[in-house]
């Protein structure tokens, strides 16, 4: 893949190295495709987003999901770069309730941050998962329309594209013939 700008390039590389042998959760794909079908949302409904929220992009899920950490990132794309990433990062041990909700209010205080959790949540939410059962995707879209609440304000492109994604979600929900759990 080839991008247009040498930086982004250069991230590219960067997450497929780290990503590398990962692939998303249910299917036979590479996760690299998650970071570039992100990174896509951003580029084609946000055109005034900076390198490094591009960049960010394609990083997001780096330090959450592989041995990099936010000093890699930070020397080698900058300290802006990192402080994107930092506030994408879960902290799995506060994953839940409150945890969550603190994660969610810290990526709410940046426009940066909160656009591309958005495209992020847009990309995955477009494909319903049948594998986690009807109580995992109700939260799921409790948690999407959390989301879109709390970051909605970044972008009205990209909200406006979640809204109908979790309506979409929400109806797949009622006309899935769920097995009891």
Aim: a negative charge; proline letters at 2%.
């Amino acid at each position: 893949m080839e991008f247009k700008n040498e930086k982004i390039n250069e991230a590219y590389e960067f997450a497929l190295k780290a990503h590398k042998g990962q692939f998303r959760f249910g299917i036979k794909e590479p996760y690299i495709n998650h970071l570039v079908a992100t990174y896509n949302i951003v580029l084609e409904n946000v055109p005034q987003c900076t390198t490094d929220v591009l960049i960010a992009t394609l990083l997001h899920d780096s330090v959450e999901d592989t041995k990099v950490t936010l000093s890699d990132i930070s020397g080698r794309f900058g300290e802006k770069v990192a402080e994107i990433v930092a506030l994408l990062t879960k902290d799995f041990d506060k994953e839940q309730s409150d945890g969550q909700m603190k994660y969610f209010k810290n990526i709410a205080l940046s426009s940066e941050a909160s656009i591309i959790k958005l495209a992020d949540r847009i990309h995955n939410i477009s494909r319903p998962s049948t594998v986690k059962g009807k109580e995992w995707n109700e939260r799921y879209i409790a948690e999407s329309q959390t989301i879109l609440d709390m970051m909605g304000w970044a972008d009205g492109n990209l909200a406006d594209i979640l809204k109908i994604k979790i309506a979409d979600y929400k109806e797949f929900i009622k006309n899935q013939n769920w097995e009891s759990e």
